[in-house]
Structures are given as C-alpha cells and as structure tokens.
C-alpha cells in the first residue's frame, strides 16, 4: 500500500488516515512531500516541519513501514515507480478526485479512500495556537 501527504504538523487525522491505509494490507509506503512541493501546495510559510523530520516522525509511526521523500506535486512518479496495489487517500477525496487514479488503474491497481472524517488538519491547528484556543474550546464554540 501507499500512502501520501504533506504531514506538516502531524496530528490525530494523519494517525487514523495512516492506520486505515496500514489496514489494506500488510506493508505501507509513505510518500512525504518536499519542502519546496509544500510550499507550493500549501502557501509561504509552510512547511513548518523540514522534509527529514516529516519523513521522521512518520517513520517512528506503527503503522508506518518505510517512507519516502518525493519533489512533485503528485505521487504520480513515485506511484509508477512503486507500482502498489491500493494506494490510498484520505476522506478530503473522492474516488473520482483522486489525482493519481489513472495511473494507479494503469497496473491493476487499486484506489482506497481511508481515514476518518476530514475534521482535522494542520491549518485549523495553527488556527487554534493563533487564537489562543484548545480544541476543546473550539468544539464548545461550535457546539
């Protein structure tokens, strides 16, 4: 299996995504994003965590069995170099979203939508440390 993101500032959703994408099989490969390819993706300022410690931390992961560092801004190279047969995505996607689906159906294999709902991520985390709040505060605001 595989699995990929930007792992920023990792927290309970990466976890559960990690943990579901392990349950499709028995070896899960982790695709970490670059510096530079965070940067892009997600604006100045970003990432707050450097690649190798990214890479690090999710490697120290149960669930995690090896990771790798890729420079574009999809896995599409990594996945074709890798050839898994399910690579998974969190609950942000879709089947039909999945930027990678083509190539991953190229060799048979297989799109998985893992994880819990999308209700974390590290743009509400550094939201919360701006305002001062915990995640329980923000829960009570809502609710």
Known sequence: MFANGCFDLLHVGHVRYLEGARQ???????????????RELKGEGRPLVAERARAEMLAALE???????????????????LRPDVHCKGTDYTQATVPERAVVKDWGGQVSIVGDEKRHSTRQVLARIIQGKTEDASRREKG
């Open 24 to 38: 499709q099989g028995s070896v899960l490969v982790v695709g970490v994003n670059s510096n530079r390819t965070v």
């Open 63 to 81: 669930s995690v069995d090896y990771v790798v560092i890729f420079d574009e801004l999809t896995a599409e190279k990594i996945l074709r170099d």
